[in-house]
């Protein structure tokens, strides 16, 4: 089992940043990667971006590239979401994601609420 607590979101103007963290506990070592996905009121949950845990390779959303960077601090087990330049589009709840074995656990989310 893995638990994973997201902190960091609120409410920021348009063109502001904000740090998301989520924090991962339990059977940490069975986790191939951590991602952050994000769901708008309305629209289905996507993925933002992912960070493989033993190469450290990233991917991202088109929509985020150039502005989000994820990165991970092994010896805390806490994943990072750094926003930059961000736009009302990026108002949704934000969800940390482990996949492990044959399933994926995630966080409650965090509420991300950028004004125009």
């Known amino acids: 089992q893995v638990q994973l607590a997201e902190s960091g979101g609120g409410v920021v103007p348009a063109g502001g940043s904000l740090q998301l963290s989520c924090v991962a506990s339990g059977d940490t070592i069975g986790i191939p990667a951590m991602g952050w996905y994000r769901q708008a009121p309305g629209e289905a949950r996507e993925m933002v971006a992912v960070f493989i845990i033993n190469s450290g390779r990233t991917n991202y959303a088109d929509s985020v590239k150039g502005r989000f960077t994820i990165s991970r601090d092994n010896a805390k087990n806490t994943l990072y979401l750094q926003m930059n330049s961000l736009t009302p589009e990026g108002t949704a709840v934000y969800y940390c994601?482990?996949?492990?074995?044959?399933?994926?656990?995630w966080g409650q989310g965090t509420q991300v609420t950028v004004s125009s």
């Open positions: 994601n482990a996949p492990y074995y044959t399933t994926a656990f």
